[in-house]
Each structure stands twice: as C-alpha cells, then as structure tokens.
C-alpha cells in the first residue's frame, strides 16, 4: 500500500560525501517518522538517524557529527546527508518510515529497498 524509494547511493572515497534521499507513496495519511538503517556485509543492521515530524533528530554515536536527516514533510521525503566518509560505512542503507495509512488504524513501519554505499580508502 505505501512504496519507499531510495536513491543516491554509489561508490566515494574515504572523506567525501554523498547524500541519500528517500520518498513515501501511496495511500498516506500522514508520517511519524523517517530514517535510515544500515546493514554492512556480515553484519547486523543499525539504526544511523531517525527524524520525527517534530524535527527532532536522533543518530547513531558513529555518525554523529558527519551525517544530517532532514524531513521535507510536504515531499514525504527524508534525506541523509553524509560527510567524511569512512570505510566503515560501507553498507547497505534502508529508509524506514513510520506511516499511518488513509481509511486504517495503526501505524505501521515501511522499508525501502535499500542502496549500497561503498566507501573506499
């Protein structure tokens, strides 16, 4: 019922920056919130940044100070602005959104479908 499409990913060397983007569709009453998990080769999914329809903005501790989520509610859009990139962030990135649906109850969490980040030294 509701699509979330990522785009921006791609391969940057260690320091640069990317910026990855993220936008809701479908029967959408409105958004909690949007954010972005990671997952690195062999490894366990993390939650990187969250934002709420509040503007409130969490991170993980090792991004704080080089990435930035930002909301454009009217878009149904979330970004993630990515600084000094380090190898280590080299991962699979997934928007999530928290949406609840038109003519439902609930608020249900949404996936995209993932972009690589490929960070080389």
């Known amino acids: 019922q509701v699509q979330l499409v990522e785009s921006g990913g791609g391969l940057v060397q260690a320091g640069g920056s990317l910026r990855l983007s993220c936008t809701a569709s479908?029967?959408?009453?409105?958004?909690?919130?949007m954010g972005w998990y990671r997952q690195p080769p062999g490894k366990q999914r993390e939650l990187v940044a969250s934002?709420?329809?509040?503007?409130?903005?969490n991170y993980a501790d090792s991004v704080k100070g080089r990435f930035t989520v930002s909301r454009d509610n009217a878009k149904n859009a979330v970004d993630l602005q990515m600084s000094s990139l380090k190898p280590e962030d080299t991962a699979v990135y997934y928007c999530?959104?928290?949406?609840?649906?038109?003519?439902?109850?609930?608020?249900?969490?949404?996936w995209g479908q993932g972009t690589q980040v490929t960070v080389s030294s």
């Open positions: 999530y959104a928290h949406i609840a649906i038109i003519g439902r109850g609930g608020i249900y969490q949404y």
């Open positions: 479908g029967s959408i009453f409105s958004i909690n919130a």
């Open positions: 934002s709420t329809s509040g503007t409130s903005t």
